[in-house]
């Protein structure tokens, strides 16, 4: 149980749909009951009127609200405002002020004591109103020149101030300069009205000034002379605030006779009845309401303030006293004896206490046994293991999504037969799945397996009898709606894919029949996917040509639905026995798209390389700094520290800050890679369509664009694949056999590392699509018609030799070609 927490003492949920502001809640003893015990009364903006009697011992009653509830009026306009005071003349009675944004109403509240186990009953009676011809905005209350009970000043929203004095008008003044309406209260020690206008300065208002100034029929113009008798109106005293108001009050005890209190959205202000300063206090978050009462401290006053972080705090003047949070955000705050009542904008009507309960916990006593660490460590195994499984089944999405509505769980199963001549020990399963998708677990051991066996597997591990491991691989696919689901087509959108076939166009729903359920469009023209993510991506299909138009907001996004809507194009003209059918892409290529996913991705790792060097700076300062501060402590004379301590403080901060930073860059990385290597997929899957490369070249161009699963610290896509394409360009793509052969005959090459930007990259990846589209083939063997040496270079890491370290020699006897590697191995092949 926290100390800093307020005490829910009683509370209750005022409707639902309903929403309440700062003037919705007042208290008081409204149906003079004479007992003591103030009621609360709360107005909505619905126009549902409650009044409250909270008692302790409704606390842990099951209808307590509804046992406090003394009476719920519905009326027939929004509620603006309520207060409680002596509004009906000769009488000292308290009655109900009710401001509507056309009309002010006072009601009387009266109570009738029951004969059975019902209770009393209350009924609520109009007294009389004012009808109103401006929309208003909020009231104030006092005895206005001093006269007997409580008159009633509305503040319109075009800036008139009119003083109802009981059931009569009095007079209407127009506030001069005035824009929007401010917070209203009246000071009944200096007999004056006090509110804060546009120009951010709160300006003051004395009652006889206000009585003789010019009589408001209509807005006049401030520079112009008034047309009728009396005097212009001018505020008695002015104060610059620099700020908007949310709320004044003048408290009324005595210690505080001379106290203007003003909350203002950053600071809060206490001045005196002469427009200077007390004292002011800068607050450190956003305030939504506050409440002046009284100090045990002559001198003092305390105040409760409510912000917009859930917190409830009392204050002694400028001095913090105690925090209480709430569980939601107060708008209205009031006090009952010793109890807070506090108001959510939602209709959360809470009484509460600070403090902490007295607990009965007594400690047991502790029985002195030796503990068993064997127990212990095997409880500890066990929670190791909890941890891990944990770790490993966390989810993973993006686009700021809720967890639960990114993880879709997916069982499948895949049953290759495994035949073995004996006895299969030591069976391991392997599941290996790439990001964003996971596994709830990626291995299995299973039970000893006779001769022939069906297994559930993507990988197998084995032992023979001779202890060698055996390996069985078996891949899948997982279906679409594991990744998306069906959506509205999108109409406008910044990337676009044409494929073209040489058959007629198809339903769409007929080719997705998953996603045609919750089609819109029954005609099968088109078809939208959403992503998990939020990505959407849309399918359109001409109804006169032979095209298919994919198109989305995110280039990466579309490789997916490219490529299903390939494969099931060639599983449905092969159900129908069409054995010609053909799917093309007429280009152009879309390089640039896709380089705005290299240059994205190369950012974040110059980012990440930018953070790991102010890493090591900062953490070479810190240790620095500890040598010195220790070698001070240890020295048997005491020297000043000079600052030490505060720069080993602040270099720890920027070490943390810059430690969150790059773990932040980590994951934007990860998440860059996994859209890189999309749009590398498509880009590849548009190139075999483009120029109807087989399965083998198709397998060539996606090992040279894709030789990494992910990224390293020590090597990175960019460098990777960079020397992919240009071991093609000077080899297989080469312009003639004479430069191929010159390219094959250089030896070494620069060691892979992060380069200075991707023009190179770009530029080699332009220039391998151009030679693609010219007729290149892509192809292994080698197409030199000369003998050359050939030295592999060696992708897996920078610093690192070849791959078999030894010549490999090439040369043509006779119609065929020799290879010679190292001296002893030879291969023949046709030329």
């Known amino acids: 149980m926290s100390l800093f927490k307020a005490r829910d003492w009683w509370s209750a949920a005022l409707g639902e749909g309903e929403e309440f502001d700062q003037g919705c809640l007042c208290v008081g003893d409204v149906d003079n009951s004479g007992t003591g015990h103030d009621k609360v009364v709360v107005g909505s903006y619905m126009g549902m009127l409650r009044i409250f009697s909270p008692h302790a011992n409704t606390k842990t009653s099951e209808g307590g609200p509804a046992e406090a509830l003394l009476l719920e009026v519905q009326l027939h306009n929004a509620i603006v405002q309520v207060e409680v005071g002596k509004f009906v003349s000769c009488s000292d009675l308290l009655h109900l002020a009710v401001l509507h944004p056309r009309k002010c109403s006072i009601f009387s509240v009266s109570g009738t004591a029951g004969n059975v186990e019902h209770g009393d009953q209350y009924q609520l009676k109009l007294v009389y109103e004012h009808n109103l011809k401006r929309t208003v905005c909020n009231m104030t209350y006092g005895a206005f020149g001093g006269v007997t009970g409580h008159s009633l000043c509305i503040q319109s929203m075009d800036g008139m101030l009119m003083f109802f004095e009981q059931d009569s008008y009095t007079f209407g003044r127009f506030l001069p300069g ?165 108001l959510s904008s939602d209709g959360h009507l809470l009484c509460s206490y600070m403090g902490t309960d007295p607990s009965f916990f007594s400690t047991p006593k502790v029985d002195a046994r030796e503990a068993d660490y064997e127990q212990v460590d095997a409880e500890m195994k066990k929670l190791q293991r909890f941890i891990r499984e944990a770790s490993r089944t966390q989810g993973t999405g993006g686009g700021g999504a809720p967890l639960k509505q990114l993880v879709k769980t997916l069982h499948t199963t895949c049953c290759p037969p495994v035949k073995a001549r004996c006895v299969v020990q030591s069976s391991k399963m392997t599941v290996a799945i790439q990001p964003p998708l996971a596994v709830t677990q990626d291995q299995f051991v299973l039970e000893p397996m006779g001769q022939c066996v069906c297994v559930c597997v993507t990988e197998v591990c084995a032992l023979c009898s001779s202890g060698v491991p055996r390996v069985l691989q078996a891949r899948f696919s997982l279906p679409l709606a594991l990744l998306c689901v069906p959506s509205s087509p999108a109409k406008t959108t910044k990337f676009k894919i044409t494929v073209d076939t040489n058959q007629p166009p198809v339903d769409l729903n007929a080719v997705f029949p998953e996603f045609a359920v919750k089609s819109e469009d029954k005609d099968g023209n088109s078809l939208a996917f959403q992503f998990l993510s939020g990505a959407k991506v849309t399918v359109l ?239 292994l063997a080698s197409e030199a018609n000369v003998p050359v040496q050939v030295q592999v270079q060696n992708l897996a890491a920078p610093g690192e030799s070849g791959r078999g370290g030894g010549r490999r020699e090439e040369r043509k006897e006779g119609g065929r070609r020799v290879r010679e590697e190292g001296g002893g191995r030879e291969v023949n092949g046709a030329s």
């Open 178 to 342: 005035f824009l929007l309406p401010g917070p209203l209260v009246y000071n009944p020690r200096t007999d004056s009205v006090l509110t804060v206008s546009s120009a951010r300065q709160l300006e003051s208002y004395r009652y006889e000034t206000l009585a003789v100034a010019t009589e408001a029929e209509s807005r006049q113009d401030p520079d112009l002379n008034p047309k009728t008798g009396g005097k212009r109106l001018t505020p008695d005293w002015t104060c610059v605030l620099g700020e908007q108001a949310l709320d004044l009050c003048v408290p009324s005890y005595s210690h505080a006779s001379s106290s203007v209190f003003v909350l203002g959205e950053r600071n809060l202000y206490c001045l005196r009845d002469n427009s200077h300063i007390r004292f002011m206090k800068k607050l450190e978050f956003n305030p939504s309401c506050f409440l002046p009462f009284a100090s045990v401290t002559d001198g003092t006053t305390n105040l409760l303030l409510g912000n917009h972080t859930n917190m409830l705090l009392v204050y002694q003047d400028v001095t913090l006293k105690w925090a209480a949070q709430l569980s939601f955000v107060p708008v209205a705050v009031r006090l009952i004896k010793g109890v807070v009542v506090s």
């Open 541 to 779: 299909a001409s109804r006169t040509s032979q095209r298919y138009r994919i198109q989305s907001d995110r280039f990466e996004d579309m490789w997916m639905v490219v490529k299903e809507l390939v494969q099931r194009f060639d599983q449905h003209f092969s159900k129908l026995g069409v054995k010609d059918f053909k799917k093309s892409f007429s280009g152009p290529l879309p390089l640039q798209e896709y380089f705005l996913s290299v240059d994205h991705h190369f950012q974040l790792r110059v980012s990440a390389q930018q953070y790991q060097d102010l890493l090591s700076e900062r953490a070479v300062q810190f240790r620095a700094i500890q040598r010195r501060l220790l070698t001070r402590f240890k020295d048997k004379t005491p020297a000043p520290l000079q600052n030490l301590d505060t720069l080993l403080d602040a270099t720890y901060s920027q070490v943390m800050a810059l430690a969150e930073a790059a773990e932040q860059n980590r994951a934007l990385l990860q998440e860059a890679f996994v859209r890189l290597r999309g749009a590398t997929h498509l880009l590849v899957l548009l190139l075999t369509l483009w120029q109807g490369l087989s399965p083998d070249q198709t397998a060539i161009l996606e090992a040279t664009l894709l030789p990494l699963l992910q990224d390293t610290p020590q090597l990175g896509w960019e460098e990777s694949c960079d020397a992919a394409v240009s071991h093609l360009l000077r080899s297989c793509l080469s312009r003639s056999p004479k430069d191929q052969a010159t390219s094959l005959a250089q030896q070494g090459g620069p060691v892979l590392g992060l380069p200075r930007d991707t023009a190179r990259l770009k530029k080699h990846i332009a220039l391998m699509c151009d030679r693609i589209g010219k007729g290149g083939r892509l192809t």
